[in-house]
């Protein structure tokens, strides 16, 4: 439900950023990682160049690595497989198939969430991009104000302690500071170093590292 | 043409590092430290999109009606409202401060 509503926002914002639709729902069939497209045409939008735009999209999109990691040794797919399933690998399929207590449970919850999400997210992008092209001014509907509450959203679940807080803190001055002095896309790709800062800060703290890290991932080996 | 660069960069990019995930060895990246980093990077790339959204116009820093929308987000979401319903104050509270200011 999240998901295709998120997928018609994605529609109406990167229309109204000035994609046309079939970049809109290129975005979605072939990127389909909901964070890094809003950044990429938020970027593009700002006046970022096509390189620092998809840098930011794509620094967003790292922590699926993380996600396939874990789901590899879930779904204990052949090498041959992987490829095909690497597209789904995203917040929600890792949510399902992590919360499966059998292997056979975890390929169904993952092929089935994947396959559905797919078809809904790329569906309600075209249905969000013709909207928008139907409405025509955007902005007069304040529909330029969905990219941001979306982040904010995907953000606030994310602010759990002081850590995450700090982070985000450093992040919105370094963001808006550097705005007006570094070249667009950039100030997003530097605030992005406010993680790694207040890691480093926080080992240096603790005066080693490895007792700040917090291991929130359940150990299972199945 | 810029912006299928950008397109085909994202989608490429995005792309490999689903891939790396699924092909690499268990154990290479369990290293707390980059479990850890790599929690925090989408934490500190949302705040600063979030901010640069609600406050900039192209590379000038604005307070518009964006800023009350972002705020009737925040509100929302401190109500634990669905998230249709955040996203719809945003927009909702947007549209309706730029009618009343013109």
Same mark, same amino acid.
Request: charged share 10%.
């Given at each position: ?222 | ?24 060895? =268990?154990? #290479?990246?369990? &290293?707390? +430290? @980059?479990?850890?980093?790599? %929690?925090?990077?989408?934490? !500190?790339?949302?705040? /600063? *999109?979030?901010?640069?959204? =609600?406050? #900039?116009?192209? &590379?000038? +820093? @604005?307070?518009?009606?964006? %800023?009350?929308?972002?705020? !009737?987000?925040?509100? /929302? *979401? ?16 947007? %549209? ?7």
């Amino acid at each position: 439900m999240a998901v295709g509503l998120s997928g018609f926002a994605f529609g109406v914002t990167s229309a109204g950023s000035g994609l046309t639709v079939l970049q809109t729902c290129a975005l979605s069939l072939l990127v389909f990682t909901g964070a890094s497209q809003f950044a990429l045409v938020g970027a593009l939008a700002g006046g970022g160049n096509p390189f620092t735009a998809a840098a930011g999209a794509f620094f967003l999109g790292v922590r699926n690595a993380f996600y396939g990691l874990r789901l590899s040794q879930l779904l204990a797919l052949p090498r041959a497989v992987r490829p095909f399933a690497a597209q789904w690998v995203i917040d929600e399929t890792t949510a399902v198939a992590l919360a499966q207590p059998t292997r056979r449970s975890v390929r169904i919850g993952f092929t089935v969430t994947g396959l559905t999400l797919y078809v809904l997210w790329n569906l309600t992008t075209l249905l969000g991009a013709l909207g928008a092209e139907a409405i025509g001014d955007t902005d007069a509907w304040g529909l330029d104000a969905a990219g941001p509450a979306v982040f904010l959203a995907l953000l606030a679940p994310m602010l759990r302690s002081t850590t995450e807080r700090a982070v985000a803190g450093i992040a919105v001055v370094l963001g808006l500071g550097l705005l007006p002095v570094l070249p667009a896309g950039v100030p997003v790709l530097v605030a992005a170093l406010a993680a790694p800062a207040v890691l480093w800060a926080e080992g240096r703290r603790r005066g080693r590292t490895d007792a700040g890290a917090q291991d929130d991932m359940p150990e299972e080996d199945r | 043409m810029n912006i299928w660069i950008a397109i085909g960069l994202t989608a490429v990019g995005c792309y490999a590092v689903k891939l790396v995930g699924l092909l690499i060895p =268990a154990g #290479a990246l369990e &290293r707390p +430290l @980059v479990q850890r980093l790599a %929690a925090l990077l989408p934490v !500190a790339l949302l705040a /600063a *999109l979030t901010a640069q959204q =609600a406050f #900039a116009d192209g &590379r000038e +820093l @604005v307070l518009d009606a964006r %800023a009350a929308g972002l705020a !009737a987000a925040a509100v /929302a *979401l401190l109500l634990r409202a669905p998230f249709l319903v955040v996203v719809a104050a945003a927009v909702l509270v947007t %549209a309706g401060v730029r009618a009343l200011t013109g």
